[in-house]
């Protein structure tokens, strides 16, 4: 098979190729490598590549396999993590230079879940700095370019996840989400993000910025493929402790099972801000798909979903403010200083009055109670992932409906608020723009509920064929 074909096959079509031996997990691994040699050069979605320790791990599969060891659906499986994954002996940058040496001693338990599921780690991918934009862009390590456009920015802050799994460098790719930050470049290059209820998937061994918000999730090409990796990393874990015990479903099994008289609600609030035309008609016409399918389809009221970015900016900087505390007293080397400067909320955060910050986690609560509110008339939300199509990099501002935005508060706009209820939602491929440029559906629901998220995205999915296009660098 054509190395490239390999490269865009999914874990589903991938999986019992390997199981059988009709395709070796190595070939599968020169596959890829082959892919980052030829389009890293323009792409530049990794930090750290793992060539040699890559084809040792495939070698060990490919023996484990033929021995009758067969682990899962992901043994085999390329890998690519988001460089904030703590992984044991290689080092963990969180995309700056002051901590381009780290080398953790262990791995992050989702490393650890997915290693034991066989998959094959490629290697460590770009993201912005400190996973603190929403653009993506990193002048430590250059930034990620978008597979559909280089010249647009590939969305962050999880860009070389969202460019890996894009571009057929890695089957599966892991983000993590604080505003956004898996749905985000998923969106922008054209791939399924699933951001799961919080506290379903642990976060220990993963640097975080926002312990209440922080969120880790796949990136991949399909619905099918996100629900056989959630199979594998999600479930309680005793070392995080904002883990939970909810029982984990197979979230796989109940994919095919439609939609028919599934509650869809579109909240009439989304369609009231500042939204790109392209966008909302893109979306429009996803919704009617949908009701197609047979989702009962409604318009609903969520009044305080307008509250969500300005709350939750101000949570994650006073929390990350916290977290990263030693960068402010050790101001005065080079790098240090470069942070700072590129990211002066981290010591602003530091002055946000202790009265300021408990008052919006109030404010928090009552948000939450009233999406809960929401939800006792549908089943799954439905709206725009991104309020617009990838723009330059660089690009300070955007225009949409004839208003002139700051990029960075006009991106989180329809994902920041289920980071904030902790809710699941996940976006799936929905269009493309006159440029050419991907357009993402975004579904959510109650927490807990992430295999009826999930079963929503894949009828809409096997009902369209925008995933499977692929970007034109080659």
Known sequence: MDHLELCYLSVEDLSPLIRSG?????????????????????????ITLLEEEALDSARRAEQEIQSGHYRGPLHGISLGLKDLYYTKGIRTTSGVKVYDQFVPSYDSTVTRRLLDAGAILLGKLNLAPLAMSGRGENPYYGDAHNPWNTAVIPGGSSSGSGVAAAAGQCTITMGSDTGGSIRIPASFCNLVGHKPTYGLVSRYGVSPL????????PMTRTVMDCALTMNAIAGYDPQDPSSSKTPVPDYAASLKEGIKGLRIGVPKEFFDVPLDSEVKGVVL????????????????????????????????????????????????????????????????GLMIPAADYLKVLKLRRSYTLASHRVMEQV???????????????GAATVELSGTTLAAEKAIPTYTRPFDLNGFPAVTVPCGFSDQG??????????????DTVLRAAYAYQQATEWHKRRPPIQ
């Open 22 to 46: 009709k395709v070796s997990p190595v070939e599968v691994t020169q596959a890829h490598l082959k892919r980052i040699e030829a389009t890293e050069p323009t792409l530049n979605a990794f």
């Open 210 to 217: 926002s312990w209440s918000l922080d969120h880790c999730g």
């Open 437 to 450: 440029l991907p357009i993402g559906l975004q579904l959510a629901g109650l927490p807990y509920q992430d």
């Open 285 to 348: 016409k996803a919704i009617d798909l949908l009701k197609d399918l047979g989702g009962e389809v409604r318009e609903v009221s969520w009044p305080n979903f307008y509250d969500a970015v300005t709350m939750g900016h101000l949570i994650s900087i006073t929390e990350a403010s916290v977290i990263h505390t030693n960068l402010v007293r050790t101001r005065g080397s080079d790098e240090v200083n470069k942070v700072l400067r590129r990211f002066p909320r981290i010591e602003a």
């Open 379 to 393: 089943d799954i939300l439905a709206g725009p992932t991104m309020p617009m199509t990838p723009f330059p990099l």
